[in-house]
């Protein structure tokens, strides 16, 4: 639907607003790896790269054995030694190798030892040091490491006999209330605007815009894997709307992208964060897993209608360049990650679901005799409680270009269907075959 004055002005308004809570008296902020969260739990701003001020604090430097702070290219993290671990020191406080997973910052595959009875994931792995900003960065790389919390709540998302539909993700989506209002207040606007008048405009469209929700579903929404991916979801959100500048320059905004005479002829812009396709590789024993190169991908609304329901609909409403910014977002995603951490804890957490997904449906927690219980909620290990908004500030962007308003919704949405969907066989260039556990039963990780 084109949402048009009676008189064409020369006003672009761009509107990303979520659920706000009322009006309270302002309280200190919650600064949580660069998400800002008040105290009454609404999400005030996402950082993607940190400020000089950030990056010249040094942050926190853990003390690691040399071992585990060497640089390897493929270190293994057994999985059912890490929980016989965690279970039997369930009420202390984990060590630091334990919390970021012995350094590993991606998971390149799942080996399952069926006469062993061992799960383990490799990838590679270094050093690391927190940040300023609450991020455990990799001394060389400058890659997010893993972390233990996200792989328990990946794998509380997909326990035994978990349903096949079974889903987790997150949106933001607006009310029918908020569209009408602001359909009213652009209906109401007559000829041209004095650009002095512009931001009393933005004030009163925000107004109008008022509350939207933020929902999280398959994972409790105080657990560290919806908080990342609602900052990951808000953060692409402001890219996509021009708020805040892209660190990639080959990734332009939706607004930047759109011919003024084409924007906004329909109120909702949607896009959907979702694991990559056809990336996943297994042996044909189901012994190796292989989780390939890409991890996520932006679909935009024709895109994803046509992945999940077979066919690209008819007269959608979503335009070229809705899909035009999906494209670049996913074909930049890596370099993107790498300078804005928010999205590269997207990505792990995409990894780690997926390993919980290879556990549960790909059968190798089976396959190995291993139950989980220990990583489970009954296991004894509490992860830590994460401030994950349930409501956020009102974003808005006013331009002097054509009559428009445009709200980006949409989320992340990770199914169990879309990573199985269409998994290959491992072939050349892929590790065929598991590599050899340690002598030593009681070691968790080794290179």
């Not at 991606?106 to 490799?122: C, L, T």
């Not at 657990?223 to 990342?228: I, P």
């Amino acid at each position: 639907m084109v949402v048009r004055p009676a008189v064409v002005t020369v006003v672009a308004v761009l509107i990303l607003s979520v659920h706000h809570a009322p009006v309270q008296a302002q309280r200190p902020q919650r600064i949580v790896q660069g998400v800002h969260v008040d105290a009454q739990g609404m999400l005030r701003s996402v950082q993607l790269v940190p400020s000089r001020q950030a990056r010249r604090l040094r942050g926190r430097a853990p003390k690691l054995t040399s071992d585990v702070a060497r640089p390897s290219e493929l270190r293994k993290v057994s999985l059912t030694r890490l929980a016989r671990l965690i279970a039997a020191n369930a009420h202390e406080d984990v060590r630091e190798e334990v919390r970021y997973l012995a350094g590993l910052y991606r998971v390149d595959y799942v080996f399952v030892y069926p006469e062993a009875g061992e799960v383990v994931i490799a990838g590679p792995a270094e050093g690391w040091r927190v940040t300023a900003t609450g991020h455990a960065i990799g001394q060389r790389s400058g890659e997010v490491i893993l972390e233990l919390d996200d792989l328990v709540w990946a794998i509380r998302a997909f326990p035994p006999g978990a349903p096949p539909d079974r889903a987790v993700g997150c949106s933001i989506d607006p009310t029918p209330d908020g569209a009408h209002r602001v359909k009213a207040v652009l209906a109401q606007l007559r000829g041209g605007l004095n650009p002095a008048a512009l931001p009393r405009l933005a004030a009163r469209l925000q107004a109008a815009m008022g509350p939207h929700q933020v929902v999280v579903f398959g994972v409790p929404h105080e657990s560290s894997v919806a908080f990342k991916l609602v900052a990951a979801d808000y953060a692409m959100k402001m890219l996509a709307l021009g708020v805040v500048r892209s660190p990639v320059r080959a990734i332009k905004s939706y607004v930047d992208m759109v011919p003024l005479t084409q924007a906004g002829r329909t109120l909702y812009q949607r896009w959907w964060f979702v694991p990559a396709s056809g990336s996943l590789a297994r042996s044909e024993d189901g012994t190796v897993w292989s989780l390939g190169t890409e991890r996520v991908w932006l679909l935009g609304e024709s895109d994803y209608r046509a992945r999940r329901y077979g066919d690209r609909p008819a007269g959608s409403g979503q335009d070229r360049w809705n899909r035009a910014f999906a494209r670049r977002f996913t074909e930049h995603f890596d370099e993107l990650a790498r300078r804005a951490p928010v999205f590269a804890e997207l990505e792990n957490v995409f990894d780690l679901l997926t390993v919980a997904i290879v556990l549960e449906y790909g059968k190798a927690a089976e396959k190995a005799g291993w139950d989980r219980s220990a990583w489970l909620s009954s296991g004894g290990y509490e992860p830590r409680a994460w401030p994950t908004p349930h409501t956020a500030q009102t974003l808005t962007r006013v331009l002097r270009k054509g009559a428009m308003a445009t709200t980006p919704v949409g989320g992340v949405q990770y199914s169990a269907g879309t990573v199985l969907g269409s998994v290959r066989r491992t072939g050349e260039g892929m590790i065929s075959e598991p590599a050899p556990l340690p002598e030593d039963p009681h070691r968790w990780w080794w290179d």
